[in-house]
């Protein structure tokens, strides 16, 4: 019962400085997007882990490996807070990278239980190999350094994603579904923050990299947590 009302509270809580959050990038006011930005990833981890320790202690190997996904996230979120600066730019994409690394190790089983048909593996690999070449092309004006950072970050994304995929073929079940959702959307979310870094962007780009980026979370976290229902 106290579980149960303390990750309410935790995920009230994050609701509230996501949509808090999204506002400040809506009404482009600097001050409150540094205030929220570090609340965000912190609130996930509380409610997940307070799922996670409390209903199934003895799943020690996903609690550590989420909480690491986590907490890469969050520190990724605070060196973007002055990603104008290209050693934070950096240490941002690193971080989300380890998070991303994170995520497959707790999924990375799916591949080996749910091996997909070789038909499957090769349109995935032809869709992941656009993928990619759409980041390089995208990216091109960039630096050498930024080129292959952002090649790195898209390969592991795409990892995370076809361990969804296996996953979602394997199980059918509601939790593959967000996991695999959640990763689109991350996809989606990084892409547009390419745009934006490549000066592309739209009026808006910010909000909905955030928005994306954060329903990406919500949605995988949720179904990690879903796993050992």
């Known amino acids: 019962m106290i579980t149960n009302i303390f990750f309410l509270i935790s995920c009230t809580f994050f609701i509230i400085a996501s949509t808090l959050h999204l506002i400040a990038y809506a009404k482009s006011n600097r001050k409150l997007q540094i205030i929220t930005k570090p609340m965000l990833m912190p609130l996930i981890l509380a409610s997940s882990i307070l799922v996670l320790t409390f209903r199934w202690p003895d799943s020690k190997n996903l609690i550590i490996f989420t909480s690491f996904a986590i907490t890469f996230a969050c520190m990724g979120n605070i060196f973007f807070i002055r990603q104008e600066r290209i050693k934070m730019l950096v240490f941002g994409i690193l971080f989300f990278g380890l998070s991303n690394l994170n995520w497959i190790v707790i999924l990375f089983p799916s591949i080996k239980l ?87 962007s739209t009026k808006n780009n910010q909000f909905f990299v955030m928005l994306t980026y954060l329903v990406a979370q919500a949605l995988i976290s949720a179904g990690i947590i879903m796993m050992i229902y």
Not at 139 to 158: E, H, M, P, V, Y
Not at 164 to 183: C, D, E, K, V
Request: a positive charge.
């Open 114 to 200: 749910f091996p997909l048909n070789p038909f499957f593996k090769i349109a995935f690999i032809l869709f992941y190999t656009g993928i990619i070449f759409i980041s390089i092309f995208t990216g091109r004006k960039l630096s050498k350094a930024k080129i292959a950072l952002i090649t790195a970050f898209a390969l592991i994304l795409c990892a995370l994603n076809y361990a969804t995929i296996a996953t979602l073929i394997g199980t059918r079940t509601l939790y593959s579904l967000l996991q695999f959702f959640g990763t689109i959307l991350l996809m989606a979310a990084s892409y547009l923050y390419l745009m934006n870094l490549c000066g592309k």
